[in-house]
Nanobody, 123 residues
């Protein structure tokens, strides 16, 4: 069992930055690939970024490529999402998730989810 707790969300102006964190419980954190997803009101939850268990492979949605960076610190059981050049369309609840699968872009492959953290970008 893995429990995930996100933090770092908030209100930021367009063009600004935020860093989200996701702290995981358990001693097998490095055996899980991690992903960040987001869900805006009235929309489906969508993939944002993913990272392999060792951190050597990362994946991004086209909409955030070049602006967001996913990373992890396995010693701290934490995954991060650095978000730069934020846009109003980035406004959503952001969720982190853990999977033992190797395909990271589909929400159906994830076994564990956090409760989400709100990110609001004002224009």
């Amino acid at each position: 069992q893995v429990q995930l707790v996100e933090s770092g969300g908030g209100l930021v102006q367009a063009g600004g930055s935020l860093r989200l964190s996701c702290a995981a419980s358990g001693r097998t954190f490095s055996s899980y690939a991690m992903g960040w997803f987001r869900q805006a009101p009235g929309k489906e939850r969508e993939f944002v970024a993913g990272i392999s268990g060792g951190g050597g492979s990362t994946y991004y949605a086209d909409s955030v490529k070049g602006r967001f960076t996913i990373s992890r610190d396995n010693a701290k059981n934490t995954v991060y999402l650095q978000m730069n050049s934020l846009k109003s369309e980035d406004t959503a609840v952001y969720f982190c998730a853990a999977t033992s699968d190797s395909y990271l872009k589909s929400r159906t492959t994830y076994d564990y989810w956090g409760q989400g953290t709100q990110v609001t970008v004002s224009s």
